[in-house]
């Protein structure tokens, strides 16, 4: 019986979960632990093209598996999603992150029923990975240029000729354009390094003048 048990669980027929609720992977069933651990029949079967298309799903996002430990897998797989969705937006002026709320139906399943859920969605989620991280990749390219303008911001306060530039970085701001095309930042940080190295010849003229006239 011990042994048909592992053939069923190891077939997808059946599902183990142990005496806290949690799941059991068929390497960690042994003797010792069978006889609590809860039996479930499957509600739904899930076919080796089925499993090769959630491997697939599964490499996209960087997790590599065996098609065996493709359920328990989808833990890690939901966190990498959420992970990359969260670095696909964020604070201002980054755009918003993307709603991952459709995450939870999945997270809500279990079993060959989880599995399934990914593959009707394969489309979807493969569609979300690609933008998301397309989305991550341009965010991190344009985040170094906003640190580096709002640190030039911080050291034009007080000039007049800056006023403007500090009404365009609060739009950049307020209305999340980080990922404007054309570039709203760039020319930002051009205009505020002339800016800035300007008042800097001109202070030291100053100082200049100043030091000659004590002696």
């Known amino acids: 019986m011990d042994g048909g048990l592992q053939v069923l669980l190891l077939a997808g027929v059946v599902l183990a979960v142990n005496d806290r609720g949690q799941k059991v992977d068929p390497i960690e069933l ?16 899930v076919t080796a093209i089925q499993r090769m298309k959630i491997k697939k799903l599964f490499h996209e996002i960087g997790l590599s598996i065996e098609q065996r430990d493709a359920s328990g897998s989808v833990p890690a797989f939901l966190a990498k999603l959420k992970d990359l969705a969260d670095r696909a937006g964020g604070e201002a002026p980054k755009p918003l992150s993307p709603d991952t ?3 939870d139906k999945i997270r809500l399943a279990s079993g060959n029923e989880q599995l399934i859920t990914l593959f009707d969605r394969y489309d979807e989620l493969m569609q979300c990975i690609g933008a998301w991280n397309l989305l991550a990749t341009k965010i991190e390219q344009k985040w170094s240029d906003w640190t580096i303008l709002k640190s030039l911001m911080n050291h034009a306060q007080g000039l007049v000729e800056a006023e403007d530039i500090s009404a365009q970085v609060k739009y950049i701001e307020g209305n999340r354009q980080l990922l404007a095309e054309p570039d709203l930042i760039g020319p930002l940080v051009s205009s505020l390094t002339q800016l800035l190295r300007g008042e800097l010849n001109r202070l030291d003229t100053e100082y200049q003048s100043l030091y000659h006239q004590g002696l």
């Open 30 to 45: 042994d003797r010792k632990t069978i006889g609590k651990t809860l039996f479930k029949v499957e509600s739904a079967s």
């Open 101 to 103: 709320a459709s995450l």
